[in-house]
């Protein structure tokens, strides 16, 4: 298995049926997408780059 190490590049509040965050990358990229607390309508996204 192993490790893979991440660095916090973008942290923002999108709307729910924004999925143009959901892009392919060169870069090995992971993205986070959560609910944001008393916003129904809205997402927090969380996007880190691969160190």
């Given at each position: 298995m192993?490790?893979?190490?991440?660095?916090?590049?973008?942290?923002?509040?999108?709307?729910?049926?924004?999925?143009?965050?959901?892009?392919d990358?060169k870069?090995?990229?992971?993205?986070?997408?959560?609910?944001?607390?008393?916003?129904?309508?809205?997402r927090?996204?969380?996007?880190?780059?691969?160190?």
């Amino acid at each position: 298995m192993g490790e893979r190490r991440y660095r916090v590049y973008e942290n923002k509040i999108i709307k729910e049926t924004d999925t143009t965050i959901l892009k392919d990358t060169k870069e090995n990229i992971i993205t986070l997408i959560t609910c944001e607390k008393g916003k129904r309508e809205y997402r927090r996204c969380v996007i880190g780059k691969e160190l």
